[in-house]
């Protein structure tokens, strides 16, 4: 099936600018030949996919020069945005990342809008090939009436507030209600359940934004259910967050040892990683903790819990229509089986109170250029291994690529296999002939338009500057969240 969409691709798309077949102009083969040409690369969006892409371009190319275009005014996308304070090993990547933009032949060009300040269109005729890499940083909607209501936020801008994104610093999120209910059960809601349910004292030497802190530290929050549509072998979250779940300090779960009736014969049919994480879930669920254990969940002051066949239908107002009081559910049961079975309203539904509900049912790119194709339905780039299917010279990787699903170390292989397509159309003669101005070309278009992007030595000074404001908390730094001020340490 590959090769031959390949070649459809390469055929359909390519015609007009396709090269002689190879052998019928020597020359023109040697043009291209990585001995002769320095490849002008350049990559939109500084996460995992955008570093892991220019990582192995620089690698496999002797002489290929990368761009890296990124709209912040930092890098790293969501491993600084995305990825949980109490999980500082998962960041460790960006030393690697640093590695790359230290190299001569990498630049980082921080606080450009790709699609605004300066258009594919543009990039392209600057550069030999364009990499998208701008992950997927819409959520998705309920769509359910009162999803407006204070005290509804999305997951991810819920986290872009504790973990510092400038457009969030603004969230401050009202935790004095008692219950919180997060809808979904991927890893992403089980980071903001841990946050929320953490003892504050726990984040103190963290990277959470202190302004984060400070709410968490006078949050009343007790509860936090975790909702899901379908049943536990539907859960979409991994085992080591389950663990750190059950192992919270000052919490005990709750669930419900009927939504697990049955599940134990059908244990043995699962895949190794599914059956392990239904292990887990059904010994929470079902059996008797010891009395050490026992004696820690007796104690605890807070709980969280799981709740199953369930999906959002409204959200309640309180009494006087002014923020949120509790969430309608309607009752599901699943049709088909395993990781495809549907949930399908039953007709009967349960209201929740709660004071705050976070979603976290997934996420979608939006399509930042109107010159790029992109698939509205599955929110991303059409793509054939990271070629852009009718785009020659164009490529994508990451969450943009294959959809808002996949750890740091999936997209690193994707990333990795994208950069390696690239590398081969080069070496087969199929990108643009001739120099190309690179970021001379950009750097032009930009000035005109009074856009001063960030190098990364711009952002060696900030990250400085955050490292040394984190040393008297003994946090390994406090996040600058105001972009003005952020410009104005860089003197602009
Ligand atoms: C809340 C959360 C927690 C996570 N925790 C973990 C974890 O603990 N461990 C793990 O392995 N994975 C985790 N992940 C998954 C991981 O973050 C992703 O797999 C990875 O970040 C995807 O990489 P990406 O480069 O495609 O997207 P991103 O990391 O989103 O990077 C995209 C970059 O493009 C930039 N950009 C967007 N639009 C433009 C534009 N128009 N012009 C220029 N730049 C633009 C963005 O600012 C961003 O920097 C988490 C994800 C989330 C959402």
Known sequence: MAPRCWRWWHWSAWRRTRPPPAGSTPSFRQQFSTQEQAPQICVVGSGPAGFYTAQHLLKHHPRAHVDIYEKQLVPFGLVR?????????????????????????CAFRGNVVVGRDVAVSELQAAYHAVVLSYGAEDHQALEIPGEELPGVFSARAFVGWYNGLPENRELVPDLSCDTAVILGQGNVALDVARILLTPAGHLEKTDITEAALGVLRQSR????????????????????????????????????????????????????????????????????????????????????????????????????????AGIRLAVTRLEGVGEAARAVPTGDTEDLPCGLVLSSVGYKSRPIDPSVPFDPKLGVIPNMEGRVLGVPGLYCSGW?????????????????????????????????????????????????????????????????????????????????LDPREMLRLLGR
Not at 81 to 105: L, M, Y
Not at 222 to 232: D, F, S
Not at 408 to 422: H, N, P, R
Not at 438 to 467: C, H, N
Request: hydrophobic content about 35%.
């Open 81 to 105: 945005f995305g990825v949980a304070p109490d999980h500082p090993e998962v960041k460790n990547v960006i030393n690697t990342f640093t590695q790359t933009a230290r190299s001569d032949r």
């Open 221 to 324: 929050v007790k509860t936090v259910w975790i909702v899901g549509r379908r049943g536990p072998l539907q859960v979409a979250f991994t085992i080591k967050e389950l663990r750190e779940m059950i192992q919270l300090p000052g919490t005990r779960p709750m669930l419900d040892p009927a939504d697990f009736l049955g599940l134990q014969d059908r244990i043995k049919e699962l895949p190794r990683q599914r059956k392990r994480l239904t292990e887990l879930l059904l010994r929470t669920a079902t059996e008797q903790p010891g009395a050490e254990e026992a004696a820690r969940q007796a104690s605890a002051a807070r709980t969280w819990g799981l709740r199953f066949f369930r999906s959002p239908q409204q959200v309640l107002p309180s009494p006087d229509g002014r923020r949120v």
């Open 400 to 480: 943009v690529k294959r959809g808002p699903t996949g750890v740091i170390a999936t997209t690193m292989t994707d990333s990795f296999l994208t950069g390696q397509m690239l590398l081969q159309d080069l070496k087969a003669g199929l990108l643009p002939s001739g120099p190309r101005p690179g970021y001379a070309a950009i750097e032009a278009l930009l000035s005109g338009r009074g856009v001063q992007p960030v190098s990364f030595s711009d952002w060696e000074k900030l990250d400085a500057e955050e490292v040394s404001r984190g040393k008297g908390a003994g946090k390994p730094r406090e996040k600058l």
